[in-house]
């Protein structure tokens, strides 16, 4: 088994773009579950109008690159505003089955062939990131960054997507430490009370969804740039679980646990998954082959899901007591 | 013998000519760099005209794109062939007066289309000629037809939405992994029926019986454990997110990727306008029994009497004597055994793969949800009407789009009234 290829690519993920990306959506998720208590199941819709929107905004209309990137924080915001304003009145639970319905639904929407000339259909859309790459300073080359590799592409989507993620943790931590920010923690701990202090609960948690989403939106935009493809079976349930995860797995009402938590959680999973693909490689397990260990990957997740709020609600760096669920 | 030389030497042309486009694709990007002959201009669109099965020779065809426009005439066998110099959109038109007498389009407008030569360097366009072949199918037909599949669809789903409402009843839990057990119905019927070569109802009644020790299993192991614990409701639902998950790639990784045909299509009987099978027949009167069971069984038996007063309140049942933990226990079994022969049903009907189950879980929880969540009644009828809703809707829209006009049903009815059509007034709020 080659363990320093192992190694390498373990460390590759915890500055990988996707983990970027996962790591940005699990800040958004941060906003809404863990200060605002909000049970939202359907983060993979606002990461997937944040990817539409800005493909589309580019494809369709042809903006440029901030044109885009407005136009996909707009359709998130939008889309928060509208799923909120029905359900943010519904209990917890309910709020979970409506959130999943409702981004299945629009990923049916994405997926379906009659809008394809806009969508793109099952396929989706590629190549509509030239302008974003027009933005790279970093000159053509290879650059090596200890035993990894980079090209000045894969250099520009890390060094934009972390930094992305640096100013919503920045800004989550000013909004959550600020006279707002407590507000919505207390609706989180008592929304009745926080009614009776004269509080408008429903525009707080309005507010908080549409912030989540739009960081999101700039997760679901990272993600399809690395690639500059833009596929509807991507954003599935699967995404949304993910990013439950990666949250639970730092800590809902922590700053610097979806963070953590998206780095620690890819290199896991990376560095499981090279050492079940080396023992089949080596005959040792049998009963598996290469195309399987990617399938256990995803099992693992729920596992570790399930495990965590289990035995550990509140993550690597939260706090017990802050962690409620509401029911 | 001429007929048939020429015939091949049509094939062997067709055949160079796939050759020549696969070496033109792989080649493509190389620059057009030919002179004005259009022999040699890279692209080519092409069609063959055919009416009624019949070649058409002699008739025009038209290309164009911006200022550039050819024309050529269909040869003796209907074939053309327009060879374009750059790529784009063209419009291709066929001039109706070149068609022979009595000849039209199919339908107005048809006369009129484009090629897309914007990916590719080559593309086929047809035009279709004479009356259209599709049997045109009343409306009231149509909804007839659709009305069938929509019962047929939601007597199954009700018999699984019934297995969460018991659950969601008597535990308050919301139970992600309800989908999976329908999966695992389905592919253990796949099992015993097809795989071990047993008799049908040899092997649903195996499949049942897997299914319900499997939801026995799951309470005893997981969910009881988590209720000592006195673990919360919206915790435990993510937990079941986490089970469903992994439940579901187990069945990945053991029955493998591939949709299994269970029932392989039974026997085709007709009813009026409506074309249906008989396995589709016997497992609508099926599930008619089983609701009416489920019925009886909640109503008359001391058991379902029990049920019901623990779904109502499970701290007064407990001091009325009632054994709560038994009865959460039958309920999972019970609940499980109706599940596991909705999947059973639905694998015999339509084909089942591992992530079956799943793909109707979101319907399942909008059936319940839609009924008024914790009664069995509700979920009948809920499910009756997401059933109605999906098939019924895709007279109206895209198909792919019909489980999300289902679920935008739902979105709907929590708005209006979200204690759904059945339920309770409480505060959900």
Redesign the interface.
């Known amino acids: 088994m080659d363990w320093l290829n192992i190694l390498n690519l373990t460390g590759g993920e915890l500055i990988g773009a996707y983990t970027a990306a996962y790591v940005l959506c699990a800040l958004g998720l941060a906003m809404h579950f863990g200060f605002t208590g909000l049970l939202n199941f359907g983060q993979a819709a606002f990461a997937a109008l944040g990817a539409y929107g800005y493909a589309i905004a580019t494809l369709s209309f042809g903006w440029n690159m901030w044109g885009s990137v407005a136009f996909g924080l707009l359709c998130s915001a939008a889309f928060a505003v509208v799923l909120g304003i029905p359900t943010l009145r519904l209990r917890a639970d309910y709020l979970a089955i409506v959130t999943i319905a409702a981004a299945q639904a629009l990923r049916f929407a994405f997926a379906t062939s009659a809008y394809d000339e806009v969508t793109g259909g099952a396929n989706g859309l590629s190549q509509f990131g030239e302008d974003f790459y027009n933005y790279n300073p970093i000159p053509e080359g290879r650059y090596p960054l200890g035993a990894l590799e980079f090209s000045e592409k894969e250099l520009w989507i890390r060094i934009v997507g972390w930094s992305l993620v640096a100013i919503a943790a920045l800004v989550m931590l000013l909004l959550t430490r600020s006279p707002w920010g407590r507000v919505l923690k207390g609706i989180r701990e008592d929304e009745d009370a926080a009614r009776a202090l004269g509080k408008n609960v429903f525009a707080y948690k309005i507010q908080s969804l549409v912030i989540g989403g739009s960081i999101a939106s700039l997760g679901g935009m990272v993600f399809v740039m690395s690639s500059q493809t833009n596929q509807p079976q991507t954003w599935g349930t699967n995404f949304t679980f993910m990013i439950w995860t990666i949250l639970l797995l730092g800590g809902a009402a922590t700053i610097l646990g979806p963070v953590v938590g998206g780095m620690t959680f890819f290199a896991l999973l990376m560095f499981t998954q090279s050492i079940m693909e080396g023992l089949v490689t080596m005959g040792w397990l049998p009963f598996l082959d290469i195309a399987q260990v990617g399938q256990i990957r995803f099992l693992l997740v729920g596992l570790v899901l399930m495990l965590l709020v289990i035995f550990r609600p509140q993550g690597i760096f939260g706090n017990k007591k802050e962690l409620q669920f509401n029911g | 013998m001429s007929q048939l030389n020429i015939r091949m030497g049509r094939k062997a042309g067709v055949f160079l000519g796939l050759v020549a486009m696969l070496f033109s694709l792989l080649f493509a990007g190389a620059p057009a760099h030919a002179a004005d002959d259009p022999s040699t201009y890279p692209y080519s669109i092409a069609g063959t005209i055919l009416n009624d099965d019949k070649e058409v020779p002699d008739v025009k065809i038209t290309a164009t794109l911006d200022d550039f426009t050819t024309s050529v005439v269909t040869n003796e066998w209907g074939e053309w062939e327009i060879r374009v110099p750059k790529q784009g959109i063209y419009k291709v038109e066929l001039d109706v007066t070149t068609l022979p007498a009595g000849v039209t389009m199919t339908d107005k407008g048809g006369e009129v289309s484009e090629a897309d030569l914007t990916q590719t360097d080559f593309a086929a366009v047809l035009f279709s000629l004479g009356k259209s072949t599709v049997q045109a199918q009343s409306f009231s037909d149509q909804l007839l037809v659709r009305v069938w599949s929509g019962l047929n669809f939601g007597l199954l789903l009700a018999i699984a939405a019934i297995g969460i409402s018991l659950i969601f009843g008597t535990t308050g839990l919301?139970n992600f992994a309800h989908g999976e057990m329908v999966t695992l119905g389905a592919l253990f019927m796949w099992v015993f029926y097809q795989g071990l070569g047993q008799n049908i109802i040899v092997s649903a009644l195996g499949a049942v019986a897997v299914v319900a020790a499997f939801g026995w299993a799951q309470d005893a192991g997981l969910w009881k454990p988590?209720r000592k614990r006195r673990?919360?409701?919206?915790?435990m639902?993510?937990?079941s997110?986490?089970?469903?998950?992994?439940?579901?790639?187990?069945l990945?990784?053991v029955f493998g990727g591939d949709t299994k045909d269970i029932g392989g299509g039974g026997n085709i009987v007709q009813l009026g306008p409506i074309y249906t099978s008989d396995i589709a027949l016997v497992s609508l009167v099926i599930c008619v029994i089983i609701l009416a069971g489920v019925a009886l069984f909640l109503t008359r038996t001391r058991i379902g009497k029990a049920t019901r007063a623990v779904s109502d309140n499970p701290s007064l049942a407990a001091a009325t004597g009632i054994d709560v933990e038994r009865i959460v226990r039958i309920v999972w079994i019970v609940a499980s055994a109706l599940t596991g022969l909705a999947g059973v049903l639905y694998g015999l009907q339509f084909q089942a793969n591992w992530l079956t189950g799943?793909d109707i879980l979101?319907l399942l929880?909008?059936a319940v949800?839609l009924g008024g969540l914790g009664t069995a009644l509700g979920a009948t009828v809920g499910a009756l009407i997401i059933g109605m809703v999906v098939e019924v809707s895709s007279m109206f829209?895209?198909n792919?789009?019909k489980?999300?006009a289902a679920?935008?049903v739902?979105?709907v009815i929590?708005?209006v009234r979200?204690q759904g059509v059945l339920g309770k007034k409480q505060?959900?709020?």
């Open positions: 919301n988590l673990m919360g409701l919206n915790q639902m993510i937990v997110i986490g089970f469903s998950i992994v439940a579901r790639y187990v990945l990784l799943f979101l929880f909008a949800t829209i895209p792919e789009l489980y999300a679920l935008v739902l979105i929590l708005i979200p505060r959900i709020g």
